[in-house]
């Protein structure tokens, strides 16, 4: 080695570079010897570390061999000290140089836009709590918000706190961000935070008590970003901190809260969007936050885009499909260099293709809408991601009763649901929605639009979308089944207004349902046994729809329906038809079907729905002969099924059929019979009808049974 003179070399870092490689020892080699890792070696060397000079005395003499070497040996401990005073003074500039300007948060680069309530909200609680954490999904704007409220609070005199002697001043003395969005080693937090206020590393004192010793008589707030992935590393520094700085605040932002006691949890909400479906005018639309947004961006991508007339029932629609997230909208208003926002809109269900090109600056796991949303995925349990994906399914979000009826299995039992469920909630990737009306009264759960396309997308590779599908089917259809029990008419009722609520799950599975191999056999069994709680209530035009389309798609299908099921679909169809009050004429060959297929049928109520269905048809199209001999049919089913309702109407439609053939006579007696069955068995809503039918032949004879039952009443 080429001899150097020792005073020739100035720093630390270079000295023990040169007598390290005089040992011929390699890195790893000294800091074995030293008790050091690789890292350390490294650091010293850069002159990004310095030891003092009672540790190189301790330690590196003897690794590097200079016991009979005393002058080097001093020159090595010196160089040392004078590295540690050279750090110390950079240490007291740098500090005084923070401390004049009591921030190290970025300037912005774009209008902060709305968020005037939060940012009120977020300063009020930061007044009362100590920590305080922005909770979110991603993409929805916790750190834009962070750094908005610590701009004000430390460097902004609008945010004040009274003093006793000179008014108000600022909240803070100053505001610091803390990026930990990078970090992957637990360990390596405190020391994130030291390196913001450039605290040197200490002998014998751990980067936290660094942080206490600086922080302690300072009314600071500190703003540690991004904790998700780090939350017991940052819980445990907050706790440390808060119990020793008795004048610093903390501000952190995350996917989940922290759980450290004092703690207050408050969730970051989305920018307000208006109703696509009642869009305001476009002077009105710019009311809405997320449409401000989406403006502003889109002129960055496109300076001559103006909102005008045309596109503001488009824009509404992107903006509330995107949930109002600011990530997604900024995203979506950026391809307004490419294409028009009706293009946008129509490419919104394939969303992860089209938001791809986000700011190129940004952390990756921001440059794109699907690694936002990856990033949370990444961070969850298998558990939690076995949930979170077969919750897809639920176009609209679901109770909690729902989500254990069609997301258990093996690998997630019923019983572990809700604590699962809880967790999602937790880490912003369900969102809970507090029932309490008439029509929900029970908390539902929902994923934000982005959140469940992604969600479906996994639920597909893990091949369990059709399997998790035709248990959602069950389930409705089971509450559909309850929601026709006529022998509790309370609980049905019950049971049918749980069901509205799910009406939009209900059209995602009718779409699904058509993509299936056995689309005709899936639709109708869908159509027709959610058919049968709604006859009373609801879009009946949709439903008849529904029917309309199943039984299309049944007749054209290689392997039918069940005949059972075809009869009950097309005597649904045309009891919808009734119920609107349609002429049943034209589908009078659909009602004669439904009779012939009706003796496949299990049962008495089902087959005489099908003669029902029948002789309305005849009756409609004046066919008295038809009309006859289907009630001839019902009146015997009825009678065996001990269904007292259809023996009544069987008699009154035997009795229109007999006064169409002039048969008064024997009109007169089967509107009778049908009365006093109705009377004898008080069935509500039969009376009436009997009653004016009976008035058309012998007016006399109905005005005397009409003077009985107000005697009676």
Not at 222 to 227: H, K
Not at 532 to 545: F, H, I, P, V
Not at 569 to 593: D, F, M, V
């Amino acid at each position: 080695m080429t001899a150097i003179s020792i005073e020739s070399i100035q720093h630390f870092g270079e000295l023990l570079r040169y007598l390290r490689r005089r040992a011929r020892l390699t890195q790893k080699e000294l800091s074995i010897a030293v008790g050091y890792s690789d890292a350390q070696i490294t650091r010293l060397e850069a002159g990004q570390r310095q030891p003092d000079g009672l540790t190189v005395l301790a330690r590196f003499v003897e690794a590097l061999g200079l016991q009979q070497e005393p002058e080097l040996a001093q020159r090595l401990i010196d160089l040392a000290n004078a590295s540690q005073r050279q750090a110390a003074q950079a240490g007291v500039a740098t500090a005084a140089k923070e401390a004049e300007r009591r921030t190290n948060l970025p300037a912005p680069l774009t209008r902060f836009i709305g968020r005037e309530q939060a940012l009120a909200d977020v300063r009020r609680l930061l007044d009362a709590h100590r920590l305080v954490t922005l909770t979110g999904a991603g993409g929805v704007g916790k750190t834009r918000l962070a750094i908005e409220v610590g701009r004000a609070g430390g460097t902004d005199a609008r945010w004040s706190v009274s003093t006793d002697a000179a008014g108000s001043v600022p909240a803070f003395a100053g505001a610091w961000r803390v990026e930990l969005a990078p970090l992957t080693d637990p360990a390596h937090v405190a020391r994130a935070v030291a390196d913001v206020f450039h605290l040197p590393d200490e002998p014998g004192r751990t980067h936290t008590e660094s942080l206490i010793a600086h922080l302690h008589d300072r009314r600071a707030l500190v703003i540690l970003d991004n904790c998700e992935h780090l939350v017991g590393a940052c819980a445990d520094l907050a706790a440390a901190l808060l119990r020793a700085c008795p004048d610093l605040t903390l501000l952190a932002t995350s996917r989940e809260p922290l759980g450290v006691p004092g703690e207050l949890n408050w969730r970051v909400p989305s920018l307000r969007t208006p109703d696509p479906a009642h869009p305001p005018a476009t002077d009105q639309l710019l009311d809405y936050e997320a449409v401000q947004l989406f403006v502003e961006h889109a002129v960055l991508a496109q300076p001559r885009f103006t909102l005008t007339p045309e596109y503001t029932a488009t824009v509404a629609h992107i903006c509330h499909r995107l949930d109002g997230i600011p990530l997604a909208i900024e995203m979506a208003a950026a391809q307004t260099a490419l294409m028009s926002p009706r293009e946008i809109a129509a490419r919104l269900d394939n969303r992860f293709v089209l938001l791809n090109s986000g700011n190129i600056v940004a952390l990756p796991r921001h440059q794109t809408l699907k690694a936002t949303i990856e990033w949370s995925y990444n961070l969850l349990t298998e558990r939690e991601r076995i949930l979170l994906a077969r919750l897809s399914v639920f176009a609209n979000g679901c109770t909690a009763e729902s989500a254990q009826a069609v997301c258990a299995s093996a690998e997630l039992r019923a019983d572990e649901i809700l604590p699962v469920l809880a967790q999602l909630v937790r880490k912003s990737l369900t969102v809970a929605e507090p029932g309490g009306g008439a029509r929900e009264p029970h908390t539902r759960y929902r994923l934000l639009e982005s959140v469940r396309h992604f969600a479906a997308e996994r639920l597909g590779e893990h091949g369990e979308r059709d399997a998790v599908r035709e248990r959602l089917a069950e389930h409705l259809l089971g509450l559909a089944h309850l929601a026709s029990d006529e022998s509790n008419v309370q609980a049905a009722s019950r049971h049918l207004s749980r069901l509205e609520a799910e009406q939009d799950n209900i059209r995602a599975l009718m779409s699904w349902a058509r993509e299936r191999p056995d689309h005709g056999l899936t639709s109708m069994r869908l159509a027709e046994g959610l058919r049968s709680a709604w006859s009373y209530r609801g879009n009946l035009t949709e439903r008849r729809g529904w029917l309309e389309e199943a039984l299309a798609r049944d007749a054209a299908a290689g392997a039918p329906a069940p005949a059972a099921l075809r009869a009950q679909a097309l005597t649904g169809q045309i009891r919808l038809l009734c119920y609107q009050g349609y002429n049943t004429a034209p589908w009078s060959a659909q009602a004669e079907e439904a009779v012939s297929l009706s003796v496949h049928m299990n049962s008495d109520r089902d087959r005489n729905n099908a003669l029902v269905i029948a002789m309305i048809a005849a009756m409609d199209r004046g066919d008295a002969a038809r009309m006859a001999e289907l009630a001839e049919q019902s009146l015997h089913v009825s009678r065996r099924a001990g269904f007292q309702r259809g023996v009544v109407i069987a008699h009154r439609v035997l009795g229109y059929a007999r006064l169409a053939m002039e048969d008064n006579a024997g009109a007169t007696a089967s509107f009778q019979q049908a009365l006093l069955i109705s009377q004898t068995h008080e069935l509500s809503g039969q009376v009436g009808p009997n009653l004016r039918a009976l008035a058309w032949i012998n007016p006399a004879d109905a005005l005397a049974v009409t003077g009985r039952e107000l005697r009676r009443q």
